[in-house]
């Protein structure tokens, strides 16, 4: 499925109906979280919502699908931090209804197939938020990683590591070269996929993911191959696809289409 919206907020709209959907029938749903700037629309509607009284996810459970190697929980760069921040305080939820990747462990390995563990033990992912980078790569899941790939430790690519520093106030230098992320095979467990992805410089990894051929070269493309995945993009970012007009006309005319 693939929505596209000419409005951006729209998206974060989208996004936040098909989890609440999802927790409406069935409460403690586990729900995938991605860090980066693309979901950040999709919590502040979370985070609406619940103030509102409209959303209940004091039973859901959240894992979230990387962290940096070598940064504790409570650096602010980490992505237990800001998941923490945008997610967890923003819908006045337990921090242990959270599980991260721990990017300190004395045993990185141990620590990957723990959580693998984990998210079998909760009876899997029901819904997974993914963003994509401007090379393709989902989570930190970069260029020819296995489509079978498990959860482990990962080396980013130099334009990763750029594009990051903006989070570490441009200071390429501080940018972790390591993480642990869940791998494309572990992803494409979750019964649902979400991937958000907005403005122009998404619109060549968009347009690969989507139409272009299945390559490990382009990690997104690994969402052809699972059965119920929404991309939900906006015009900008599906401005390179071949076949909008179709995707505007199935989203259109098919009822119900990406619930
Ligand atoms: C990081 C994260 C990815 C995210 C990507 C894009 O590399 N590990 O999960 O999709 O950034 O981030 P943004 O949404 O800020 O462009």
Redesign the pocket.
Known sequence: MRIIQDQTEALGTFAADLIAERVADRPDAVIGL??????LPIYAELAKRVAAGALDLSAARFFA??EYVGLAGDHPMS?RAFLDEHVIAACGLDPAQLRVLDGKATDLHAECIDYERAIRDAGGVDLQI?????NG????NEPTTSFASRTRVVA?TQQ?VD??ARFFDDDVEDVPLL?L?QGIGTILEARRLVLI?TGL??APAIHSSIEGELTSSVPGSALQLHPKVTFLVDSAAGSMLERGEFYRRERDLIPGYGH
């Open positions: 991605a860090t980066g700037s693309s979901p699908l990387d992505y993914l963003g994509i980078g401007h790569h989902i989570a930190f980013l990763t594009a990051n993480a992320s992805a410089g998404k």
